[in-house]
């Protein structure tokens, strides 16, 4: 049976795997202990939409470089 984690061990994880990915055991324990920790859960929806808008970050500035002529 899987250990129950605490919840630094758990939003270690989050951060971990938004550069790495987590192992299907690591993820099993973030989504069990993120059912059942409601400050966990927010947590995690606060990595997400950081990682969300890390991602359109860069293609946005991409875009915005490509089309400053277009708009000035
Ligand atoms: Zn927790």
Known sequence: ?????ICREITKL???RLDVPLGIKDRL???MH???CGACRECN????LL???G????PLA???GNTTENLS
């Open 51 to 53: 990682h969300q808008a």
């Open 45 to 48: 929806r606060q990595f997400e």
């Open 55 to 58: 991602n359109a970050y860069e």
């Open 1 to 5: 049976m899987f250990k129950l984690m």
């Open 14 to 16: 989050m951060s971990q």
């Open 34 to 36: 993120i059912g059942m």
């Open 62 to 64: 991409h875009e915005q």
């Open 29 to 31: 324990l973030l989504q």
